[in-house]
């Protein structure tokens, strides 16, 4: 085994995602880009996936019992930041889905796991989660409001949710729910799993957002939704647990995934910096620039680092609350100062549309708020550090403790 966990195996899939990550899915960038956000199931994206499972690059990071390639979360650190290149990189490889597959791979009823699971891992069908709604802060969603109470054998859900991503081309959203108002807290809320065709589920609108896929983000009413009792997913009052064991993993995977743009980006202006001349000398060639360049390097190597070692947790099946924590801060920084590096160093080109950072840029902002903002994170990091009495460090690797 190589440092870090890198096996040859590794290695050797890391090449041929790359070459199918720059060679086919950045060469039709622009395509994809023009082809509907709605229907992703045929034209140039349909055709990448198909050459995605024929290569075996196909749900490398999914468990291999519900047909992925079983890879651990380490060494699939490895792959996703090639994976991560690309803005669609993950949905052509068949693990943009990964944290709800994992989700419904622990708590998914056999009937739930024939209806969804399968096709989710298959790439037939896209998913959506609802948590956000725009009356409260979901910085604290014990503050949700969409309430579902049972009627014969029926959850009946009422509710305003926003920020559903991919709601509009989903086959179904898991919508979090208040069902337990006189329990404790947390316990109050299940999660129930609602097909995005059952009446009263009402997209009211792709939310316009600075991002960059229209469509993506929506609003989203219940009016008097009815499932059946048996869409709900894991026990009652469980939705807190089982919201935990899609983000936690969800985090790790956005952290790899930026590592993937950030490098991107790094490239470009190395590129950039070798070949354009300024007052007598190629801008890398001037000490600025090169601080910038070493900069990134540092930021960069060390979130790689920091999402091993929070890979390496969980694959031992610690909840590495402290290392996600740190992660998706560190990580959503890094990435939004590597980008805005590299646009300085392209000057004005660097704000157009010829090169894709100011659509990675754009992207960017969005990582200090999705799955938690900066500020919740680093209170969770700081409360566990200042709750140990002897100032011990808190977390699994350095500390050698459960957390
Ligand atoms: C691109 C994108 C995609 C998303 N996708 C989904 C999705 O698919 N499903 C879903 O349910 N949600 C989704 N969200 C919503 C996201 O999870 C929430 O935006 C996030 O949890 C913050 O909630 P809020 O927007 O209500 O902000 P609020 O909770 O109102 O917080 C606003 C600000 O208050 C500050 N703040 C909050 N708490 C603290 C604190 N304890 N200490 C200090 N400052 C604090 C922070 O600066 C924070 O940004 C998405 C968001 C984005 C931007």
Not at 3 to 14: A, H, I, Q, S
Not at 15 to 33: C, H, K, S
Request: net charge negative.
């Amino acid at each position: 085994m190589g440092r870090y966990g890198l096996t040859d195996e590794v290695v050797e899939l890391r090449e041929q995602m790359r070459a199918f990550i720059d060679g086919e899915v950045i060469p039709a960038e622009p395509d994809l880009e023009s082809e509907s956000g709605e229907d992703r199931t045929r034209g140039r994206l349909a055709e990448l996936k198909a050459l995605a499972k024929q290569r075996g690059l196909w749900a490398l990071g999914h468990p291999a019992e519900i047909g992925g390639g079983g890879l651990p979360l380490m060494p699939f650190v490895y792959l996703n930041e090639i994976i991560g290149r690309s803005h669609y990189g993950q949905v052509a490889v068949g693990s943009a889905s990964m944290q709800d597959s994992i989700m419904l791979h622990l708590y998914a009823s056999d009937e739930q796991r024939e209806r969804w699971l399968k096709p989710l891992v298959a790439g037939d069908i896209y998913p959506s989660v609802g948590l956000t709604e725009p009356e409260v802060a979901g910085s604290d969603p014990t503050l949700m409001q969409t309430r579902a109470v049972l009627d014969g054998d029926d959850w009946v859900i009422n509710g305003h949710k926003w920020f559903t991503s991919g709601a509009s081309r989903a086959a179904f959203t898991t919508c979090f729910a208040l069902t337990e108002p006189e329990a404790q807290g947390h316990r109050k809320f299940s999660s129930i799993i609602v097909p995005t065709d059952t009446p009263g589920y009402e997209i009211v609108r792709a939310v316009p957002t600075m991002g960059t896929t229209a469509g993506q983000h929506c609003e989203v009413r219940y009016n008097d939704v009815r499932v059946p009792r048996d869409n709900l997913l894991g026990g009652r009052g469980e939705g807190f647990v089982i919201a935990q064991k899609r983000l936690g993993p969800g985090r790790i995977f956005h952290c790899m995934r930026w590592l993937g743009q950030a490098q991107r980006a790094f490239e470009l202006m190395c590129d950039r910096a070798k070949s354009r001349w300024a007052h007598g000398s190629y801008l890398s060639e001037k000490g600025e620039i090169q601080r910038y360049i070493a900069e990134s390097a540092a930021e960069i190597q060390a979130a790689r680092l920091m999402t091993l070692d929070a890979a390496e947790a969980m694959d031992r099946g610690d909840r590495a609350r402290v290392e996600i924590s740190l992660i998706k801060f560190w990580g959503a920084r890094m990435l939004h100062n590597v980008i805005d590096r590299a646009i300085q160093v392209h000057g004005a080109l660097g704000v157009t549309g010829d090169t894709p950072l100011e659509k990675m840029y754009r992207e960017a902002r969005y990582a200090r708020l999705y799955d938690g903002p900066d500020e919740v994170h680093r209170m969770v990091v700081a409360r566990r550090i200042l709750r140990d009495p002897q100032g011990r460090v808190p977390w699994g690797t350095l500390g050698g403790g459960e957390n």
